[in-house]
Each structure stands twice: as structure tokens, then as C-alpha cells.
């Protein structure tokens, strides 16, 4: 069964770095790219960034709102993908979430659970 | 970017209603298109890929419609269970973008 788990969310002061994991199950993790969405409270879902495999060499795309301040990195021998959030804002507080990308077949097929950042002092 | 515009923001119905929502690109997406439907506190989970295609599991009486820049979504026969609110989402070429939402509840 493919399982997707987002963890590493908590609440951190504007100006501060976080580490979001998402772990994969179920399928062999570096044949997929892998993308992060987020939503803050209340609000529509938004493209974070992803990041594709390593026939591609790892290589990332960003959405305007975080380039320069998140990265996304894969380690394929443990599953994982990270989000690394620097430089946070309040407007980057909400949930997020990791998701298979692959565009050529299925792309956000499964999405993880999500886990809760709170930006605030 | 491809700016995606969702109606109606939000639609009251009787179960066994049809309900349809429609998802507009500023641009011609071919059939890259997604409906997600997400209940609180949840994931978004797909129901139609490719614009027309029903995801393994998703009830038959969701349905999609469309290519290009016209969209449409339909759930034949409300169901209680279908209280979520639905987005469209175009996977053309990033930025990967959603449409506003549309909250669906029971009258």
C-alpha cells in the first residue's frame, strides 16, 4: 500500500528555519518526483515546489512566494523527501502537504496526511 | 502563470441532486486537469484525473468533462457524504495551480 507521512511542523518565530519530512512506503520512492503543497487556514491550496529524481539530477522548481528561501531535497535511500523552510514569514503558517509528481503517468495520486506550521512570536 | 477560475464559490443542494462545477484556464491546458475533493482537517484526496478519467475507488457518480480551458465536475446524486469542498488543479507545467474551491453542503 503507498503511504505518504508529512511530519515536522510546529510553531516557530518569524525570521526561523524548519525542516519538513515526508516519508514514502509502499513504492520505490526515487522513481518519483516529489512536490509539497501548502494551504493556510482557511484558504485554497497552493504549488510549493518539487523536486525530480535523480535521472533528472534531483533538480527543483519553485513557486515565486518561496524561491530563495525553501529547498527541497530527496534522500531515496530512506524514502524522504525534505522541505526546508528558511526565512519564515506568518503568511507561510498553515498545513503541508507532500505528493508523488510523476507528470508522465499519475501525477498527486497520494498525498501525505500534512503537518501544521505556525509562524508567530 | 495559468490562473484557474472555479464557480460557485460555494452551493447549497438536496440529496440526489446533480451538482456541477465549473473550472475555466486562462490558457489551453489540453486535458491536464485534476478534481480533488477535501473534507476538514483532511488531505486532498483525487477523484478525476486527465479531466474525464474516475480514480481507482472514487464513487461512479463523480464525473469530468472537458479539454482545453473548459472544465466541468458533476456529482450525480448528492450524497450526506459528499460534504467537502472540490478543487480543479491544472498540472500543465508548473507553477501547478488550483482553482478557489467550491464548498459543497446539504440544504
Known amino acids: 500500500e503507498v503511504q505518504l507521512v508529512d511530519s515536522g511542523g510546529g510553531l516557530v518565530q518569524p525570521g526561523r528555519s524548519l525542516r519538513l519530512s515526508c516519508t514514502g512506503s509502499?513504492?520505490?520512492?526515487?522513481?518519483?518526483?516529489m512536490s509539497w503543497f501548502r494551504q493556510a487556514p482557511g484558504k485554497g491550496l497552493e504549488w510549493v515546489g518539487f523536486?525530480?529524481?535523480?535521472?533528472?539530477?534531483?533538480?527543483?522548481e519553485y513557486a515565486a512566494s518561496v524561491k530563495g528561501r525553501f529547498s527541497i531535497s530527496r534522500d531515496d535511500s530512506k524514502s524522504i523527501a525534505y522541505l526546508q523552510m528558511n526565512s519564515l514569514k506568518t503568511d507561510d503558517t498553515g498545513f503541508y502537504y507532500c505528493?508523488?509528481?510523476?507528470?508522465?503517468?499519475?501525477?498527486?495520486?497520494?498525498w501525505g496526511q500534512g503537518t501544521l506550521v505556525t509562524v508567530s512570536s | 502563470d495559468i490562473q484557474m477560475t472555479q464557480s460557485p464559490s460555494s452551493l447549497s443542494a438536496f440529496v440526489g441532486d446533480r451538482v456541477t462545477i465549473t473550472c475555466q484556464a486562462s490558457?489551453?491546458?489540453?486535458?491536464?486537469l485534476h478534481w480533488y475533493q477535501q473534507k476538514p482537517g483532511k488531505a486532498p484526496k483525487l477523484l478525476i484525473y486527465?479531466?474525464?478519467n474516475l480514480q481507482t475507488g472514487a464513487p461512479s457518480r463523480f464525473s469530468g468533462r472537458g479539454s482545453g480551458t473548459d472544465f466541468t465536475f458533476t456529482i450525480s446524486g448528492l450524497q450526506p457524504e459528499d460534504i467537502a469542498t472540490y478543487y480543479c488543479?491544472?498540472?500543465?507545467?508548473?507553477?501547478?495551480?488550483f482553482g478557489q474551491g467550491t464548498r459543497v453542503e446539504i440544504k
Open positions: 509502499g513504492f520505490t520512492f526515487g522513481d518519483y518526483p
Open positions: 486527465n479531466a474525464n
Open positions: 523536486i525530480r529524481t535523480k535521472t533528472y539530477r534531483g533538480t527543483t
Open positions: 490558457q489551453d491546458i489540453s486535458n491536464f
Open positions: 505528493s508523488r509528481a510523476d507528470t508522465t503517468t499519475l501525477p498527486f495520486d497520494y
Open positions: 488543479q491544472q498540472y500543465d507545467y508548473p507553477p501547478w495551480t
